[in-house]
């Protein structure tokens, strides 16, 4: 049996997990319904947000059976998005030039397309990657 490449990892989650409130951890595992709720509702009132330190390894391990390893890392592009993603600078990193300037003049087109990233982020690494999710 082979293991399961390592395209998230769990430092990265657990540091996400302290913006959980606001869903970034859920949105870097691909769990993109649930992170839109913990982005309105402050993690569940930060119950959820709790609960959560205790489920990101399993979190770790289906992102990992679902992304493709590639030239493009998971970790730097969340990283990127999470703490400068108004300014594109996650969409530069993925090579999409004309996206990351338009997000650095538009403040990340209002805040509205840093949303609809954490939503897409991980199905635009795997498509720079060669995958087909």
């Known amino acids: ?3 399961n490449p390592d395209t998230h990892s769990k430092t990265i989650g657990y540091l996400l997990w302290i913006f959980g409130f606001m869903g970034a951890h859920r949105f870097y595992y691909g769990r993109q319904l649930t992170g839109t709720l ?3 509702t402050l993690g569940l009132l ?3 947000w709790i609960i959560d330190l205790f489920l990101i390894p399993g979190m770790d391990r289906d992102a ?3 992304y493709v ?3 493009k890392s998971y970790n730097v592009s969340w990283v990127l998005l999470t703490f400068l993603g108004i300014f594109g600078i996650h969409r530069f990193y993925l090579g999409k030039w004309l996206t990351g300037l338009l997000w650095l003049l538009t403040g990340g087109l209002l805040l509205l397309g ?3 990233d ?3 982020l991980n199905g635009q690494v795997d498509e720079v990657n060669g995958g087909a999710s």
């Open 1 to 3: 049996m082979t293991a």
């Open 38 to 40: 913990w982005f309105f």
């Open 46 to 48: 930060f119950v959820g």
């Open 64 to 66: 990992d059976r679902r």
């Open 69 to 71: 390893v590639g030239p």
């Open 114 to 116: 840093v949303l609809y």
């Open 118 to 120: 954490y939503w897409t």
